[in-house]
Structure formats: structure tokens, C-alpha cells
């Protein structure tokens, strides 16, 4: 009895010590009732004297009060059958032993297992359905109604969680497996197919559906999030696998968004390659508060590296990535967090020589197109994304870091942007500086989601002031990737690279920012009749399609499927030293035509993209 536990095991204990008496007592008042004879209450007195203990004893040793009746299950009733079998067994024997004078009916011993194994049971059951709110609770019939997709194992799941709920009322599963159609499940029936989703939406007036598949790809995803569109409901997703493995509860649910619709298959990359690479070295990110240098410190963290050098110039920015990575980071790893400026020389000089990296993956650049076309910032782009290069690779050099990766983009390609032409400066000083121990590795690729300052975070401001959405132009394209996918890439291609290699990207298909922002308003929830979108022109340096190589640029296949490399031409050394001239005498400030001047001498690809305004076109969805 010391293995009871107390609180409520005490009361299922003794309920289920009653119902022992209670099945004892009803087979042996059955049996003399049938056969028309006197009830032998003496003999039910002197058995009971034994049966009682006899089945206590069972029932503990069984371990059948580890358990709560809220959440009995098939186990709850094997350990019952078991413990109701054993006990049957058990109480004939313990009657020889003890030689009463009782003589128990054959009948009582063959079916006392068998009312016992219900009364326990059954008890157990109709608690569970009380507490699920299954009996005696009409409230339930008045939650929201909503189809769930997906009748497997998160389906399942999903509905025990939701079977006691007054917010959400399961009307039906859609599944594609054939087996399961027509069925019930927790009884809640599989009405069909997904292509069915229309026909069933209508017909229980719902409003929103849960796609209960974690594990489903991409391709899935987005074919579920276009019917959701076409048919007018919200569509909601359960967590991923991941996800739940690191806790999050199977009823968190979110909302499918846009990278659902535009996300691609997951990246497959060479970890023990990385972990060789990357595990028990010293490893340098600037820019590491940015977007892409922040999730490069999240995915270097797990290669466990000796040391993790933070490098930033915004103390902020800074401070807050430190203050995530610190908990996630593991005893091997130290974390280093340096403020400063990649263009101060002595700084990056000295940081080198005190931390002694061996990878460094540069990532800190002004990126933002339109607002380094300002005449006050133009300058400034190419010397922080340019010229920062050059003092860091040069520094780089000098520490002797064995693999120096550039973080740049596809607007370096025909530029027609200061940006772009600084970031395609930092690839050309890349490529000079390719002439010693270190390798100059350059990852060019294109927008990603929900990055500070992209498209993403300002449509989702716009839509939930209730519009306009702007657009700059019904025609333009992008290339979008994920940032985790990104940075993936970015690993693996500089895990590839070899001095002087300039990687590509795969980014998929471009993507028309006017489909971008309607799936937008859509996915949101809000009324397409309401939010409007707005073209408002391109804007100064802005082009209408981004590339990823040059016309005189061939892209050589790797062994990784979505990464090439780029045949870029030579750059005469002349033309860099004269670049680094210019940026060390920062003296005077060139004038913006001046500058453009030097960018065409430099870069003879590039031409400057002009802003186009003009009449305020609005698009209805």
C-alpha cells in the first residue's frame, strides 16, 4: 500500500476496491438467482473476507494508480484486464490456502474478471468524457467551426486537444489517403479529399481551416495556402516538427504567411563538412546584429566554434544578439563581442591580432538601394561597403585567416544602383587581394524575407493600417529566399569556395511584387475590397529586374546542386589601387556626378537606374 500515491489515487483505490465487492456480490446474487436458490450469504461473507484484499494487493502491484483517469488510455485498460485476470486467478488460491469452508460457484471465478474489468473501466471512461466535456455539455456544440487537414498522427492529436474546447469545434477532416476517408476519428468524420475544400467549406459555413501536417513541404503548403485564397478562409497551420520537439504546444497555432507561399524545399548541407570547417575554430562576423549576420552566428553556434567573435558597429544591435546567443551557447563556445567600425584600420588590425580567426564571414554593409542614392550617402556607401572590405581583407591577410567570405548580392550584378556598384567594388578588392595564404570566397544572392528594411515587414505595416499597399512599378521582379536558407547556402558555399571564387545562389524563380503584396492582403485576413495597391514609380537606382550573373559572366556547376560559381573577369590592379586612393583621402566629399564619373571608369557595367514618378496608379485585387 506504500506504493499508492496520495490525493486522487486514494479515491481511485478505494473506487476500485468497491467495485470488486460490487462484481463479486452481482455474479454471486446471479448465479443462485438463476438456479432458483436461497443467496448463500454466509459464503459471500466469508470469500468477500479475502477477495477484497486479494484484489487490492493486484491492483497496486500492477501499478494501476500511476495513472490520472483524465488521460486513460488503451494502457490504463490493459493494466485493468491484466490486474482483473491476475486477480481471479489469485483468489482461488488464496481460498485453498486458507481452506475456507465457502464453496465458490465455478461461475463467479469465470465471469467476476469480466464484470470487474467493466466497472473499472467504464468509470474511468465516462470521468474522462465528463472532464472532455463530451457529456453533458451542450456549450460545445457552440465553437467556432473550423476543417482540419490531415487525419494522421497531428490530426489525431490535435483533436484530443480541442475535444473539450468551447472556442473551436472540429466539423471534419480532409485527407488525400483513401484508407481514411468515410472514417471517424475521435468521432469527427474524414469527409474527403483536400481538393474537396470548397464544397465543404460552404457547406459548414466555415471561416477557418488548420493544416494539421508539420512535416508537409513547401510545395504542400503553398498548394494549401492558394486554395485557402481562392475559397476565402483563413488558413492556420500547427507547428512544425521542430517546432513541437522544442516544446511548443501542438495548439499554438499561427497563421500560414508568405513564406509559406514562397518557400522552397529545405537546403540539404554538408554538416560534417561545416563541423570539420567550423567546430573548435575561431570564426569573425561583422555586421553580426544584422539580419543575415545575426542568423550566421545562430547557424555557426551549433558547429560549436572555440570562439564566436560578435563584430558591429551599433551598440544596440550588438548587445541584443550577444544577449539570444549567450543562452544558446554551448560550454565549448566563448563569445566575444566587439563595437567598431570596419573601415578603422588600426581597430581591425589589432581585433585581428587578438582574436587570431580563422574564418571570417563579412557581413556589415549599407544596403538599403533608394537611400544611398541621396546625395549625403552615396559617398559613404562606397566607403563602408567598398573600402571597409578592403581594410578588413587586407587585415585579414596580414592575421593570416585562412578563408575570408564576402556577403554580397545580386544587385552587384549590371549595377544600377550605388549600392550595388559599392557591393560590386567589394568583390573586385576581393579578387585583388586573392594573391596570398587567405581565400577571398564572394556569395552573391538575392532579397530575403522579412530582412530589416525589405518589402516584407513594409507591406505588413501597411496592410494592418488598412492600405494602400505601394508598389513601385505592376512589372518588377525579386528573387526571395529565407533567411535560414540563405545563410545555409552561404555556409555551405563558403565550406566550397576557393580564393578568388565568386558563389551564385540559386534563388528559384523571380517573383512579381504585385503577386507578392496581394497574397499579402489576402493571407492577412483583411478585405481585398478595402486594401488597395498603389504603384507609385521606381524608385532612384531601382531596377525592374535583378540578375545574378553578367552577360560575360558563365556559372560553372558545384557539387551542391544550388550553388555556382562565376567566371568573372580579371580586374586590372591598377583600377583598385586608384579605388583605394580615393576612399583613404576622405578629405573632401567627391560631388554625385563626380562619383558616378569614378563608378562607369570602375565598373564599366554600370548605369545609373533614374527614379520614375509620376501618376499614382491604384490596383484593385
Not at 461461475?107 to 470487474?116: E, H, R
Not at 494592418?464 to 518588377?476: C, F, L, N, S, Y
Not at 550573373?549 to 586590372?572: F, M, N, Y
Request: a neutral charge; one cysteine or more.
Amino acid at each position: 500500500m506504500t506504493r499508492v500515491p496520495r490525493g486522487r489515487a486514494w479515491f481511485a483505490f478505494f473506487h476500485d476496491i468497491v467495485a470488486a465487492l460490487v462484481a463479486w456480490w452481482a455474479i454471486y446474487g446471479l448465479r443462485f438467482s438463476l438456479w432458483s436458490l436461497p443467496m448463500d450469504w454466509e459464503g459471500l461473507r466469508q470469500t468477500l473476507v479475502w477477495v477484497i484484499p486479494v484484489q487490492a494487493v493486484v491492483c497496486v502491484a500492477i501499478g494501476l494508480y500511476r495513472g490520472l483517469w483524465r488521460y486513460a488510455s488503451l494502457d490504463d485498460l490493459k493494466r485493468i484486464v491484466v490486474s482483473a485476470g491476475l486477480g481471479a486467478l489469485a483468489i482461488p488460491l488464496v481460498l485453498m490456502l486458507v481452506q475456507t469452508p465457502a464453496n465458490v460457484p465455478r461461475t463467479v471465478l469465470l465471469l467476476y474478471p469480466i464484470v470487474l474489468t467493466f466497472l473499472m473501466a467504464g468509470s474511468r471512461l465516462v470521468y474522462r468524457m465528463w472532464r472532455e466535456a463530451r457529456l453533458f455539455s451542450p456549450l460545445t456544440a457552440l465553437g467556432e467551426p473550423i476543417l482540419v487537414l490531415g487525419a494522421g498522427a497531428a490530426g489525431v492529436r490535435l483533436a484530443e486537444a480541442l475535444a473539450g474546447s468551447r472556442e473551436w469545434r472540429i466539423v471534419g477532416f480532409l485527407d488525400d489517403d483513401l484508407r481514411k476517408q468515410h472514417r471517424r476519428v475521435h468521432g469527427v468524420p474524414v469527409l474527403g479529399g483536400i481538393d474537396e475544400l470548397a464544397h465543404w467549406v460552404k457547406r459548414y459555413n466555415v471561416f477557418k481551416v488548420v493544416l494539421a501536417l508539420p512535416s508537409a513541404n513547401h510545395r504542400i503548403r503553398r498548394q494549401v495556402s492558394e486554395m485557402c485564397l481562392e475559397v476565402g478562409v483563413k488558413a492556420l497551420t500547427v507547428p512544425s516538427y521542430e517546432d513541437l520537439l522544442a516544446g511548443t504546444q501542438l495548439t499554438t497555432w499561427r497563421n500560414l504567411d508568405v513564406e509559406d507561399l514562397l518557400g522552397r524545399e529545405p537546403v540539404l548541407l554538408d554538416m560534417p563538412g561545416l563541423a570539420d570547417w567550423l567546430g573548435n575554430k575561431v570564426v569573425l562576423v561583422t555586421g553580426a546584429g544584422g539580419s543575415i549576420g545575426s542568423e550566421l552566428c545562430r547557424q555557426i553556434l551549433r558547429y560549436q566554434p572555440a570562439t564566436l567573435v560578435l563584430f558591429d558597429i551599433s551598440e544596440a544591435a550588438l548587445y541584443e544578439i550577444r544577449s539570444e546567443l549567450a543562452a544558446l551557447t554551448h560550454e565549448k563556445t566563448r563569445l566575444v563581442a566587439q563595437i567598431g567600425d570596419v573601415k578603422d584600420v588600426a581597430l581591425a588590425a589589432t581585433a585581428l591580432s587578438r582574436y587570431r580567426p580563422d574564418v571570417i564571414f563579412h557581413a556589415a554593409a549599407y544596403k538599403h538601394v533608394p537611400l544611398m542614392e541621396d546625395e549625403g550617402n552615396a559617398w559613404q556607401a562606397v566607403r563602408n561597403n567598398a573600402y571597409g572590405t578592403f581594410v578588413l581583407g587586407r587585415a585579414a591577410a596580414a592575421a593570416g585567416v585562412a578563408k575570408f567570405v564576402l556577403i554580397s548580392t545580386d544587385k552587384a550584378v549590371n549595377p544600377g544602383s550605388i549600392m550595388g556598384a559599392s557591393k560590386r567594388l567589394a568583390e573586385m578588392v576581393c579578387q585583388w587581394l586573392q594573391n596570398g595564404t587567405t581565400q577571398f570566397v564572394m556569395v552573391r544572392f538575392g532579397n530575403v524575407l522579412n530582412s530589416a528594411g525589405s518589402v516584407i515587414p513594409k507591406f505588413q505595416a501597411q496592410i494592418a493600417r488598412g492600405g494602400p499597399v505601394t508598389v513601385t512599378h505592376p512589372e518588377i521582379t525579386r528573387y526571395f529566399m529565407s533567411i535560414p536558407e540563405a545563410v545555409g547556402l552561404v555556409l555551405q558555399a563558403g565550406l566550397q569556395g576557393a580564393g578568388g571564387d565568386i558563389m551564385v545562389l540559386d534563388m528559384g524563380e523571380p517573383i512579381r511584387i504585385v503577386d507578392l503584396a496581394r497574397n499579402m492582403i489576402r493571407l492577412s485576413g483583411a478585405d481585398p475590397e478595402q486594401v488597395k495597391i498603389e504603384f507609385t514609380g521606381l524608385r532612384a537606382g531601382e531596377k525592374l529586374h535583378e540578375e545574378l550573373l553578367t552577360s560575360d559572366e558563365e556559372g560553372r556547376p558545384t557539387p551542391h546542386p544550388k550553388i555556382k560559381v562565376a567566371q568573372a573577369r580579371q580586374v586590372p590592379s591598377g583600377r583598385i589601387e586608384e579605388i583605394i586612393a580615393h576612399c583613404e583621402n576622405d578629405q573632401a566629399l567627391p560631388a554625385p556626378e563626380t562619383l558616378r564619373e569614378w563608378l562607369k571608369c570602375w565598373i564599366p557595367e554600370y548605369q545609373k537606374s533614374e527614379a520614375r514618378q509620376g501618376v499614382v496608379l491604384t490596383s484593385d485585387l
